[in-house]
């Protein structure tokens, strides 16, 4: 099983930036769509961004204009630029590859 290990996360004001980072075990990265989820406390989990194997991203209406989701295959890392951070962006930030792999999240956390 693809192992998945997010990073980047972190405290921020309203308005900053953060670019988080989804390194994969394995030599499946390439092919394998990705995703970003995040959950906040008391709510489910809900998909940020997705990007598939040949780049094709798509967003949740909440980060549209804000967020952009992006892949390096020869590094299998898959990236999250979130800028004009909200304070309801703080949540827990988990990466997946669709495929059952999920990481063990990063927390953000916007400071009004």
């Known amino acids: 099983q693809v192992q998945l290990v997010e990073s980047g996360g972190g405290l921020v004001q309203a308005g900053g930036s953060l670019r988080l980072s989804c390194a994969a075990s394995g030599s499946t990265f390439s092919r394998d769509a990705m995703g970003w989820y995040r959950q906040a406390p008391g709510k489910q989990r809900e998909l940020v961004a997705s990007i598939s194997r040949g780049g094709t991203t798509d967003y949740a209406d909440f980060v549209k204009g804000r967020v952009t989701i992006s892949r390096d295959n020869a590094k299998n890392t898959v990236y999250l630029q979130m800028n004009s951070l909200k304070p309801e962006d703080t949540a827990v930030y988990y990466c997946?590859?669709?495929?059952?792999?999920w990481g063990q999240g990063t927390q953000v956390t916007v400071s009004s």
């Open positions: 997946t590859n669709f495929l059952a792999s």
